[in-house]
């Protein structure tokens, strides 16, 4: 079946420390999307990227840093995780952004931090 | 501006009896509408969308929408419900054309009593 994998499912790191979440995806959709949700919130876009092109949303921060090798991979780079970087992170696909294509989700990471 | 509302944070039904769910948005133009559930420690699934066209819209696992042009929402609404469907259940909107992405609203978690 057509997918969207995120690895790992869980991961705990320390503060500061930098870590790396991946997404895969099978469906071959252009739009790669990176949202943060925290306790059952909506989920706040930090970025997306459109085929290879990156759109990053005004209020990310700097310790968000994304990057798409290949269509089929994504990844989100914290750089130096602090407490308020707990959270869960998902990541969706669309195949197009405009105009608004229903996303497809992977079924997140749940980042903690010490 | 987009923007998207779920006035309840909560909503209880007896299993078997008919659930809504409310949305309410407002866009620039026209809006396109998205119903995602979401499950513990689950990414979202999408369960339908309105784009244009006839105002009820079916979608996964028996839900249905009914889009309101003049009240600006779109209910989602189920005629009988199981306990399954307990789950938190966020609504979207998007706008052609827009480089704004989806909008999600806050969520509402159904609880359905056995």
């Known amino acids: 079946d057509a997918m969207v994998i995120q690895n790992p499912r869980y991961q705990v790191t320390q503060f500061g420390k930098p870590v790396t979440l991946s997404c895969s995806q099978t469906?071959?959709?252009?739009?790669m999307y990176w949202y943060q949700q925290k306790s059952s919130q909506a989920p706040k876009l930090l970025f997306h990227y459109y085929d290879k092109d990156f759109n990053n949303e005004a209020d990310t921060p700097d310790n968000f840093q994304s990057r798409r090798p290949n269509t089929s991979f994504c990844f989100l780079d914290i750089r130096s995780p602090g407490l308020g970087d707990a959270a869960m992170y998902l990541c969706a696909t669309s195949r197009d952004h405009s105009p608004p294509n229903e996303q497809y989700f992977g079924p997140g990471t749940r980042l903690t931090v010490t | 501006a987009q923007s998207v509302a779920q006035p309840e944070d909560q909503v209880n039904v007896a299993e078997g009896n008919p659930l809504t769910v409310k949305c309410t948005y407002s866009v620039s133009g026209n809006p396109y509408l998205f119903w995602y559930v979401q499950y513990p420690n689950r990414g979202l699934q999408f369960l339908l969308k309105?784009?244009?066209?006839?105002?009820l819209v079916k979608g996964s696992y028996g839900f249905e929408a009914e889009f309101n042009k003049s009240q600006t929402s779109f209910h989602l609404k189920k005629p009988s419900a199981l306990v399954s469907d307990s789950a938190l259940y966020f609504c979207a909107v998007g706008v052609s054309g827009s480089a704004r992405q989806l909008t999600f609203g806050s969520g509402t978690q159904l609880t359905v009593l056995p």
């Open positions: 309105y784009i244009t066209g006839d105002n």
């Open positions: 469906l071959n959709h252009n739009v």
